[in-house]
């Protein structure tokens, strides 16, 4: 299942930078998008979602892009804090699916301090 | 803060044998679903519940899956003969309503390991 993908494994970037994390999906029915963070040994944690007739969605520190033409969204934090650092799923679902989760394969971020 | 809660944590297990892994939603939460992450791979979903019944499978839930909800609380997935490519993690996860737009809220696993 190639629907939704996260081509990089994984992202290391220095405390107080930002962080950029990117997802690609090949499906135009999805109707929102989301991510999830996950430590070890935890079951992945809601973050932050944004709905297909959205370009952007700001909660604090992060802010999600999508570009539909492009079929490509984006994670932005801002400044990166060392506990930040985890596994960052992009997800996405279609109403019309039994609101299933469509995963990539997630990206592993590392701040550094 | 509610949260999903999961047991057991771990379970190890010889091929062929059945295992059900338990989970506690979210109290009043409406929809129920199980997920697993094959190590190295994506979290891929299995089952969704609701009102008592299946609402959707993927291709993954075989015969050999099972799922119910015995009482009010507690939302259970059945492997009937594990095999050796079952050794996963599974999350439950549980969200209030059907709109689309809401999050699932995961519990924190079961890691099984068949041998």
Redesign the interface.
Known sequence: ?QQVKQNSPSLSVQEGRISILNCDYTNSMF??F?W?KKYP??????LI?I?SIKDKNEDGRFTVFLNKSAKHLSLHIVPSQPGDSAVY?C?A???T??????????TQLTVNP | EPE?T?TPSHQVTQMGQEVILRCVPISNHL?F?W?RQILG?????LV?FYNNEI??K?EIFDDQFSVERPDGSNFTLKIRSTKLEDSAMY?C?S?NT?L??E???????TRLLVL
């Open positions: 299942d109707d929102y989301l999830y040994a935890e079951g992945p944690t809601f979602s709905s799923f997800a679902i279609k109403e699916s039994g609101s299933r989760l469509t995963f990539g394969e997630g | 999903v999961q929809y679903y997920y791979q994506k979290v891929e979903f969704s609402s959707e993927s999350f996860a969200r059907g689309a737009g999050t699932q809220y995961f519990g924190p696993g």
